[in-house]
């Protein structure tokens, strides 16, 4: 029947004409698929690990393994952003510096969250934030020798070691920065 009517419609208000029947036809159709994808989804999601979902000091390969994704995704987006600003003379260079500030970034990642881990392992005190402030310390120590800078080092270390350090007690004590506020 569609196609029917299509045909006696000129060709500008074919268009609009298909969208009309899209809504009638369809709209009860999607509603009723939306939910069932939106519950499915949900479920998807809660059964999915994150990082915070895995108790402290326990299976440190996957915590390893999520904060080296977070970070190589911040290292790629950092990177992209730098190739922006900073536009390379050729393709190779751009190609060197992305691999560089990526695996740098990933490199960090993955000494935070095992040092993190393993710190809370070894010190048998699981949920302290020092666990983090040595994950971001050992990471900055990573980034000071990595570019060859004592002072760089020192600074990343104490800069990223009270970043993660605050971080873990933001979540323990349940702080937040932004959003609507709890009423």
């Known amino acids: 029947m569609f196609l029917l009517e299509r045909d006696r419609l000129p060709k500008s208000s074919v268009r609009v004409h298909r969208v009309a029947v899209m809504r009638r036809t369809s709209l009860p159709l999607l509603r009723e698929a939306s939910r069932d994808f939106t519950s499915s989804s949900l479920l998807a999601v809660s ?62 990642g993955a000494i935070f969250g095992m040092a993190t881990c393993l710190s809370a392992q070894a010190r048998q005190a699981p949920d302290d934030p020092l666990n983090y402030f040595a994950g971001g310390c050992a990471s900055g120590i990573f980034l000071g020798a990595r570019t060859h800078s004592a002072a760089t080092g020192t600074s990343a270390c104490l800069g990223l070691g009270l970043l993660a350090f605050f971080g873990k007690v933001s979540k323990t004590e349940g702080w937040r920065l932004i959003g609507p506020p709890k009423l």
């Not at 299976?59 to 730098?82: F, R």
Request: proline residues 3%.
């Open 47 to 108: 059964g999915a690990m994150g990082y915070w979902d895995i108790p402290e000091g326990t299976d440190c390969v996957q915590k390893t393994w999520i904060t080296t994704k977070l970070a190589t995704t911040l290292g790629l987006v950092g990177s992209a952003y730098h190739l922006v600003a900073f536009q390379p003379e050729t393709a190779l260079e751009a190609v060197q510096r992305a691999g560089n500030v990526t695996a740098t970034m990933a490199a960090m």
